[in-house]
T-cell receptor
Framework: GNSVTQMEGPVTLSEEAFLTINCTYT??????LFWYVQYPGEGLQLLLKATKADDKGSNKGFEATYRKETTSFHLEKGSVQVSDSAVYFCALIQNPGANSKLTFGKGITLSVRP | EPEVTQTPSHQVTQMGQEVILRCVPISNHLYFYWYRQILGQKVEFLVS????????KSEIFDDQFSVERPDGSNFTLKIRSTKLEDSAMYFCASSATGATDTQYFGPGTRLTVL
């Protein structure tokens, strides 16, 4: 079946540090890939997505590139801020077909200190 | 900005009791979902719902679970006889067109079964 694996956390960084959160997936066909973020006390919000190989999703300074050859979708940001402290989830939706359920990774907690 | 809302934010119940978790999806969305996250584990898909019927359900979604859209705005998840292992955060989500369209999540209901 489909699965998403995220690096173990938590991650603690100083403000303005470079961020990489690893995500790899297992799926048949050509999944669409997503990063969701959950700020304290809130629901999951879509951060970015990519629907085909070599696509780059970007939002709020975050980027992730769909790498089919390595089945990866690593999240990066050049300079993190305290406000980026949250839980980050990598996820996929199986393509093709009408099946639209999200398969999530375990999530990783990011803490950014001033 | 439209958002998905969920009530209550926290529900405590005794084992064997029935609970109903409520969600109000975004008003023009047609696809509805329930996910859950047991503490320390992955966010797991429970069920998807479209055109007043279940589109897909996971192995978790057994006969103890049911979903309903009782009116034009609410989407509910009922657990008929709760078990200790049902303790989790339950997330409702909705999307406009299904497939790989963005799913918008509510803030979740924390269910504690004693």
């Amino acid at each position: 079946g489909n699965s998403v694996t995220q690096m173990e956390g938590p991650v603690t960084l100083s403000e303005e540090a470079f961020l990489t959160i690893n995500c790899t997936y297992t799926a048949t066909g050509y999944p669409s890939l997503f990063w969701y973020v959950q700020y304290p006390g809130e629901g999951l919000q879509l951060l970015l997505k990519a629907t085909k190989a070599d696509d780059k999703g970007s939002n709020k300074g975050f980027e992730a590139t769909y790498r089919k050859e390595t089945t990866s979708f690593h999240l990066e940001k050049g300079s993190v801020q305290v406000s980026d402290s949250a839980v980050y989830f990598c996820a996929l939706i199986q393509n093709p077909g009408a099946n639209s359920k999200l398969t999530f990774g375990k999530g990783i907690t990011l803490s950014v200190r001033p | 900005e439209p958002e998905v809302t969920q009530t209550p934010s926290h529900q405590v119940t005794q084992m064997g009791q029935e609970v109903i978790l409520r969600c109000v999806p975004i008003s023009n969305h047609l696809y509805f979902y329930w996910y859950r996250q047991i503490l320390g584990q992955k966010v797991e898909f429970l069920v998807s719902f479209y055109n007043n019927e279940i589109s897909e359900k996971s192995e978790i979604f057994d006969d103890q679970f049911s979903v309903e859209r009782p009116d034009g705005s609410n989407f509910t998840l009922k657990i008929r006889s709760t078990k200790l292992e049902d303790s989790a955060m339950y997330f409702c989500a909705s999307s406009a067109t299904g497939a790989t369209d963005t799913q918008y999540f509510g803030p979740g209901t924390r269910l504690t079964v004693l």
